[in-house]
């Protein structure tokens, strides 16, 4: 790591939280006890005692979940460049898939931290709201072509809702329309489709309600320009002003996650070395299908934080 100048940092989504999370860091870091604080002021809720003690079924909800990674991960940030003292390699990029784009506007300095945390439990709710109006589901599409997928989708009123690397793709839609695409996809040589634990059919036309809920939400937001790129989920492209990101929020709740074209366009600078800051090892996973040529490592615990140190 020491050798590596820069790197791209990436956030994790939805779904890599655990009961548990970055209480080793609380534990270790005073400067991070603040954070935490900080946090369940901007939730309105203990976001702290969710993320370290569940129980799980609370943890997994959307409108808790989504500030909780925001808050961890955010943590895992301040505690690397802390315990670094130097070594941990400057951003040249970043990128955080879904909800994990909040995260990257925090620490790109777009939005100050208690911002994120407030947007994105709003952006749970109405997410969350969204899904009790028009119920959905979503499920992974595992070894299928995303022309053939994008071909079931249409046929069953569903849409591609991640490409995150080949042979992983996320459809999304109605409960009813996602169950049909599933079988068709299966039908159509799907190694396997597996249903997601999601409140709604993210990323698709029916999280509309959403977008009409966090238009408000961030009408009441000043972007700053980020101090590096982000390079956003809906186009895959970089990001580079203020202005841009009020759009590109509100789009990725009905639009796909371009995270593989995010890895892509990074690749494509030359850049090859990538850091996942956040709790679990998704990202890491994506990118290596992506390319085998990608250096990728995890700052998601005490632990790791401490062997940047050492």
Not at 17 to 40: I, P
Request: aromatic share 4%; net charge neutral.
């Amino acid at each position: 790591m020491a050798e590596t100048k820069q790197a791209a940092y990436v956030f994790p989504g939805q779904g890599s939280q655990t009961v548990g999370m970055g209480k080793d860091l609380y534990d270790a870091f005073d400067s991070l006890k603040a954070l935490f604080r900080q946090a369940d002021e901007a939730a309105g809720v203990a976001i702290s005692r969710l993320c370290f003690e569940g129980p799980d079924e609370e943890l997994r909800k959307t409108v808790n979940a989504q500030p909780a990674l925001v808050t961890v991960s955010i943590a895992c940030l301040r505690a690397a460049q802390e315990a670094a003292d130097g070594k941990l390699p400057a951003p040249c990029c970043m990128a955080g898939h879904s909800l994990g784009e909040y995260t990257a506007l925090a620490a790109a300095g777009v939005v100050d931290f208690g911002t994120a945390v407030h947007l994105s439990r709003e952006r749970g709710r109405l997410m969350y709201e969204a899904g009790l109006k028009q119920p959905g589901a979503m499920a992974a599409v595992m070894g299928l072509d995303e022309a053939v997928l994008a071909e079931v989708c249409k046929q069953t009123s569903t849409v591609i809702a991640n490409v995150n690397c080949p042979g992983q793709l996320v459809i999304s839609g109605g409960t009813d329309n996602v169950a049909k695409a599933s079988e068709a996809a299966k039908a159509k040589g799907a190694a396997r489709v597996i249903p997601l634990a999601v409140s709604g059919a993210f990323h698709s036309p029916l999280m509309q309600p959403a977008v009409d809920g966090m238009t408000v939400a961030l009408g009441k937001v000043s972007f700053k320009d980020p101090a590096v790129p982000i390079i956003g989920n809906v186009t895959a492209q970089p990001l580079t002003r203020g202005d841009q990101f009020r759009d590109e929020l509100l789009q990725q709740l009905v639009k796909p996650v371009q995270w593989q074209k995010t890895v892509e366009h990074i690749l494509s600078t030359g850049q090859k070395s990538f850091i996942e800051i956040g709790p679990g090892k998704v990202l890491a996973g994506l990118i290596k299908r992506i390319t085998r040529d990608a250096e990728v490592f995890n700052i998601g615990d005490a632990a790791a934080v401490k062997a940047l140190a050492g």
